[in-house]
Every structure is written in structure tokens, then in C-alpha cells.
């Protein structure tokens, strides 16, 4: 369970992270600013961290700043740290509390499924994160990371290490199985985004 629950059941002992500093190289421009349902794909992605989290922040570049259109609170992803992993260290790092992470371009994964992976956390590993039995793969961007997996984290990255799947195949994670994957769809490139719409 989430525990400390304050406000309206929100959890004070989570941090909300939405992960939007990556390149977008297949989508040609910014996915994290695409609108869908009359607002960007960020703002989406925020609002339902926040019927979790008391405490929701976004992660982004620095090229990014200017183009926030809302007052969120956001964390500029460390240079030292690439990538999505580099992101999920800089924000472990700068924030020293638990995390409950959701990637921008998964815009059709529903709250409910934010409320269960709360309802099923085990705090005793390192995450509790999504997994796709079907592909063979984890969702590392969708769910919860621990607050003490940053040591191992940032060992493997500094390490040379990259790659989540790699990371989380070789360590404990608390494993929820998706049912439906389509909840998971991943907007990357304009022609999925052409389908949303």
C-alpha cells in the first residue's frame, strides 16, 4: 500500500515524476507538447499523477523550459545523466524520496492502473513496475521506483549500463502482469499519434 496518506487520500510518501526530456527523434518534433484531448501530453500525464501523489514534478530538458505553458513544478534533467535512467537518477537524487513515474507518451494508460500499482507496491524492492509477458519486457517507465534503488542505479549507469530491461532483469522487481497492452501504447512516432486523434 501507499502509505501516508494526507489530502483527499493522496500519498505523501510517493513523488510524481513525469518523464518528457527525451528527443523525440521518431516523432520530429516534441511529443511531450502534442495536444490530445485539448492539452498537451504532459499536462495529461500530470494531472493523473496528481490524483496519486501530493507532490507531482515534471522532468525536463533545459530546451524545454520555455515551452511550459502551466505553472508545474519541474527538475532540469542533471547533464552528467542521459536518457530516461539518467532522468530517474538526476530526480532520486535531487528529491531523496520514492518515486511513482509515468512517461508522457503513454497517454491512453488510465489512473486506475497509477491507483493499482499503488495498491501493490512492495517498498522492500527495488521497484514495482509492469511487465508484458507477451513481449518479454518490462515497463519501466510506467510505476513505482524505490528511493533506495538509486545506488544500484546509478552503479549501472555509471557503469556504462543504459538499458532498464538489462537492469531490471537482473535484479528483484516487484512484477505487476499487464493485461491489457493497449492501455501501454506508446505514442513515438506520427502515425501512432494519427490514430489517437
Not at 83 to 108: E, N
Not at 129 to 148: K, T
Amino acid at each position: 500500500m501507499c502509505e501516508n496518506h494526507h489530502r483527499e487520500g493522496l500519498s505523501s510518501s510517493l513523488a510524481g515524476l513525469v518523464l518528457m526530456g527525451g528527443k523525440s527523434k521518431r516523432m520530429g518534433q516534441d511529443k511531450a507538447f502534442l495536444p490530445y484531448k485539448g492539452k498537451p501530453l504532459y499536462e495529461l500525464a500530470y494531472e493523473k499523477l496528481a490524483t496519486i501523489c501530493e507532490q507531482v514534478y515534471l522532468s525536463v530538458q533545459e530546451a524545454q523550459v520555455p515551452k511550459l505553458t502551466s505553472a508545474y513544478p519541474y527538475l532540469v534533467d542533471t547533464p552528467t545523466y542521459e536518457g530516461p535512467m539518467g532522468g530517474l537518477i538526476s530526480t532520486l537524487t535531487h528529491l531523496r524520496t520514492s518515486l511513482m513515474v509515468l512517461a508522457v507518451d503513454v497517454p491512453l494508460l488510465p489512473p486506475s492502473l497509477l491507483q493499482q500499482t499503488c495498491h501493490e507496491r512492495d517498498s522492500h524492492q527495488l521497484a514495482t513496475l509492469w511487465y508484458n509477458e507477451e513481449a518479454v519486457r518490462w515497463e519501466p517507465l510506467v510505476g513505482i521506483w524505490e528511493y533506495e534503488a538509486l545506488a544500484t542505479l546509478t552503479h549501472f549507469y555509471e557503469q556504462g549500463g543504459r538499458s532498464f530491461q538489462l537492469f531490471l532483469q537482473a535484479h528483484e522487481i516487484k512484477k505487476l502482469l499487464i493485461s491489457d497492452t493497449s492501455a501501454f501504447k506508446n505514442v513515438n512516432e506520427p502515425s501512432t499519434y494519427q490514430e489517437l486523434l
